[in-house]
């Protein structure tokens, strides 16, 4: 278990990872293995970050475990363990429902191939040449061609088609039809390659077991452990402050929001004024508002669909989307299968949102509008479970503030920074020798599997800077 406080910690450590999100972790986990003494530092009370979980009444609701792609299978057997990796399960049942289509599929390269032939009639060859072009893509790829662009060129004047495509994608990451086409490409090619998936035993099980293997890799674990700062000296890390107390470090990673790594938490004096100025222009990417629904002990729900895309908007709509007027949700279904022994059913719905239509409410405005924001919820999944409200005995809503208070993120940001962010990100070694961030940006670095694999990218450049200036640490070279 992870101690609290920084108390009884050493003095010094190779590297210091701020933030136990899932690039913390992976970043940790990785630099622990390689051989360097790590210290990773959480604020919250519980490790994992957004990839989070909390209790009430016997249940335990998860609050991002909706799905991820297939890829986390290999990025957990290799940086993580084969008793994680191993827990990983398709959903099988996704659904779409919306004024102009519904339907149901497994979310992968040969259903929507069918769905998009015999649905939709595109051409076989059309739809062969989409999936080729964008699995083809990298994060090093152009980014000047949007996603709408894209999508003209393939589907020009083909509504249903691009909501088929988009309305998911948003939902996972925030990402628009004006965002670069490149960060889309990569996270719809990731789910394609075999559909969505999750976790048997659920977020609290899952971080336990990282947690026990961050231990058994000799990584020192810390929550309730605030960075204030990261100190730089001659152009090159020297350490963290955390809880009020300095930390010698030769490295640091930060897994906290981007631009509080930036802006907040180094010396202005600590980066060139043109990096500054470029930070400052990050844009954060949006939040969401989730309604938590337990079924009661006892109580059974039919089997409507694992994930439900739903939408009583007329077009897709990506602003629509985010409007406090909400249109579309997505419903996550828990079934007993999902936590093995709990017997529990749980559903949690999802809608994109905006930090500045919450933030300002007062006690009372605010309470009531997360009041008509679950029984909206409620009525709109009473369409599939029409005797809902009598089977539940747990109703919660967390908004944009509930995300920003558990993780600091500006804004209370889902999914990290648009695009924008991933040179800052990058760049911060370029600034101050030893200095790395790791974590959601740019859209394709977010999610469990972004998260997770940009996490063991930032611990490879941690490392090489370790390695490279050990001897000239000591004095020898
Ligand atoms: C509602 C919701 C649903 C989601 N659903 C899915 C999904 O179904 N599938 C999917 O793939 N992704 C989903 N995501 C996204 C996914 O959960 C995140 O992209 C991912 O977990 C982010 O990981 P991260 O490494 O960026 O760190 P984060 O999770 O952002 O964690 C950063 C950590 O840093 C800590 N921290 C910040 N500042 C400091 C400081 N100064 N000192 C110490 N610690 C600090 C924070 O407390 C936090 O623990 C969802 C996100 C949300 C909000």
């Not at 409507?304 to 279904?333: H, P, Q």
């Not at 719905?349 to 500045?356: F, G, I, P, V």
């Not at 030893?434 to 959601?440: I, K, M, P, Q």
Request: one cysteine or more; charged letters at 25%; a neutral charge.
């Amino acid at each position: 278990m992870a101690k609290r406080g920084v108390k009884d910690i050493k003095p010094e450590y190779d590297c210091v990872v701020i933030g136990a999100g899932l690039g913390g972790l992976t970043c940790a986990n990785r630099l622990a293995r390689a051989g360097h003494s790590v210290l990773l530092l959480e604020q919250h009370t519980q490790l994992g970050g957004l990839a989070a979980w909390f209790r009430r009444k016997g249940h335990i609701f998860d609050v991002a475990l909706h799905g991820f792609p297939y890829g986390m299978v290999k990025t957990c057997r290799k940086y993580w363990n084969q008793d994680i990796a191993g827990r990983i399960v398709q959903l099988k049942d996704i659904r779409f429902d919306n004024p102009q289509f519904q339907l149901a599929t497994t979310y992968d390269r040969d259903d929507f191939t069918r769905i998009l032939t015999e649905r939709f009639g595109v051409a076989g060859d059309t739809v062969e040449r989409f999936f080729d072009h964008t699995r083809a893509m990298t994060f090093v790829d152009d980014a000047s061609q949007t996603t709408r662009e894209l999508f003209q060129e393939f589907f020009p004047g083909q509504d249903a088609v691009w909501r088929l495509l988009m309305e998911p994608i948003t939902y996972a990451n925030g990402s628009t039809l004006d965002d670069p086409a490149v960060s889309y490409s990569i996270v719809f090619s990731n789910f394609m390659s075999r559909g969505v998936f999750t976790f048997v035993g659920g977020t609290d099980l899952i971080i336990r077991l990282m947690e026990e293997e961050l231990e058994r890799n000799g990584v020192e674990v810390r929550t309730r452990a605030l960075a204030e700062r990261i100190l730089v000296e001659e152009g090159r890390v020297a350490g963290v402050a955390v809880n009020g107390r300095e930390i010698k470090c030769r490295s640091v990673v930060s897994n906290a929001n981007l631009r509080t790594t930036t802006l907040d938490m180094l010396e202005p004096s600590a980066l060139s004024p043109e990096f500054r100025e470029r930070a400052d222009k990050v844009r954060i990417n949006n939040s969401s508002c989730q309604v938590y629904m337990g079924v009661r002990e006892g109580e059974a729900i039919p089997h409507v669909g694992d994930l439900i895309f739903m939408s009583t908007a007329e077009k897709f709509d990506a602003e629509l989307m985010l409007s406090k007027n909400v249109t579309s949700r997505t419903f996550s279904i828990y079934y007993p299968e999902s936590r093995p022994g709990s017997g529990r059913y749980t559903i949690v719905s999802s809608t994109n949102a905006r930090y500045s239509d919450w933030a300002e409410l007062d006690a009372a405005a605010y309470a009531r509008d997360k009041a008509a924001l679950a029984q909206d919820t409620l009525k709109a999944l009473e369409r599939y479970i029409p005797d809902i409200r009598g089977k539940l005995d747990h109703l919660e809503v967390a908004t944009p503030r509930t995300f920003r208070r558990y993780t600091l993120h500006e804004g209370g940001s889902s999914f990290g920074t648009k695009f924008e962010g991933l040179t800052v990100s990058r760049g911060l070694s370029g600034q101050a020798a030893g200095l790395f961030h790791t974590g959601s940006v740019a859209i394709i670095m977010s999610g469990w599997l972004g998260a997770a694999n940009y996490g063991v990218i930032v611990a490879n450049d941690a490392d090489r800077y370790l390695r490279e200036t050990a001897g000239v640490m000591r004095g020898e070279g």
